[in-house]
């Protein structure tokens, strides 16, 4: 009896105590304070340049756009800044060459992305197989066309495309064949080929870096399943660039709406085909250069608020395939 109390009322060995491993909280604190500067450290410079480059003219132009100034009909006395917040917009969907830019741009979208998307995975499918020789070589010379500035590629191909000076229609001039790069009906092909040109290669290398990321087993496994290179590529290498396809194709959407360098490189030897209004960013400046920066404003928030739903609608889609 003595001896069970005894051993009953015995310590556990020391070595067996559960020790508490956590930091005291003083300690603590001092970690958590040093995060927060290592964190204001390095990202405070980014989070200051973003507020002020592009946080900063969002609300700017927003703000702006909700003005409008009022000149008297004399014009004896100064113009004055008064708050009319339909004014602007109304006159921005009112307008026929805005609206017509719009659906420019949309049409540009439409046939222009799917187009350099379909060109760059075919690429990126190219240069992954294995039986693709010079891959590097390929890689940079589908790429190089991005290294050069849309304002120079644009002056490149405005020789291309001159009637005087076109190689290509030099070249199919024996056949009797002119192209008309610049009439009413091709001059935004025109320029689409331009912007296909300078951004296949990008998004080539986007697409050609998620195949990486495919297991060599699965593939492997594929291989010894008995599946073609082309069952292969439909059944398991597009499907694992779904996430790849879906960012370049909202990086591609955006730049369509930004669409200007190409076309006002192109302005001056299009013959007319190429309005100062072409694009809503062409339209935009427009108003800017005859001193309207509220209407420009407008136009502005306009196409930044159809860009951001198209994206939207375009993301709910995509993962809306993605559930089912």
């Known amino acids: 009896m ?13 070595g067996n105590t559960p020790r508490n491993t956590s930091p005291p909280p003083r300690r603590r604190r001092r970690e958590t304070a040093l995060s ?12 200051v340049l973003f507020a002020a480059m592009y946080i900063a003219p969002i609300v700017y132009a927003a703000g702006s756009s909700l003005f409008v100034v009022k000149r008297s009909g004399l014009g004896l006395t100064a113009p004055t800044k008064e708050f009319d917040p339909l004014h602007n917009f109304a006159q921005a969907f009112g307008d026929h060459d805005f609206l017509a830019a719009l659906g420019r741009v949309g049409l540009f979208a439409v046939v222009q992305v799917p187009l350099m998307l379909g060109l760059a995975l ?9 039986s693709a020789r ?3 070589f390929f890689r940079l010379g ?17 020789f291309m495309y001159s009637s005087e000076s076109s190689p290509i229609n030099h070249l199919l001039e024996p056949l009797g064949i002119q192209i008309p ?23 080539m290398i986007i697409i050609y870096s998620a195949l990486q990321t495919i297991p060599g087993e699965v593939l492997e496994a594929a291989k010894m399943d008995g599946a073609s290179a082309l069952r292969i590529a439909w059944h398991i290498k597009i499907p694992a660039v779904r996430s790849s396809l879906v960012l370049t194709s909202v990086f591609s959407i955006i730049g369509s709406a930004q669409l200007y360098n190409e076309p006002t490189v192109l302005q001056p030897i299009s013959g007319g085909s190429i309005s100062s209004m072409f694009t809503p960013i062409m339209s935009a400046q ?12 407008a136009q502005s928030v306009i196409l930044a608020l159809a860009v951001g739903a198209l994206s939207f609608t375009f993301f709910k889609l995509t993962n809306r395939g993605d559930k089912a």
């Open 2 to 14: 003595t001896t069970t109390a005894r051993a009953a009322g015995t310590a556990a060995p020391p």
């Open 36 to 47: 927060k500067r290592t964190l204001l450290l390095f990202g405070g410079p980014f989070f």
């Open 122 to 130: 075919g690429l990126a499918l190219l240069i992954d197989a294995k």
């Open 134 to 136: 010079g891959k590097g």
């Open 142 to 158: 589908a790429f190089l066309p991005y290294a050069i500035p849309g304002v120079s590629a644009a002056l490149v191909w405005s």
């Open 181 to 203: 790069f610049f009439s009413s009906g091709s001059v935004l092909w025109s320029v689409a080929n331009i912007v296909t040109w300078s951004w296949t290669g990008y998004n």
């Open 286 to 297: 427009s108003a800017v250069a005859a001193g309207n920066y509220h209407y420009a404003a």
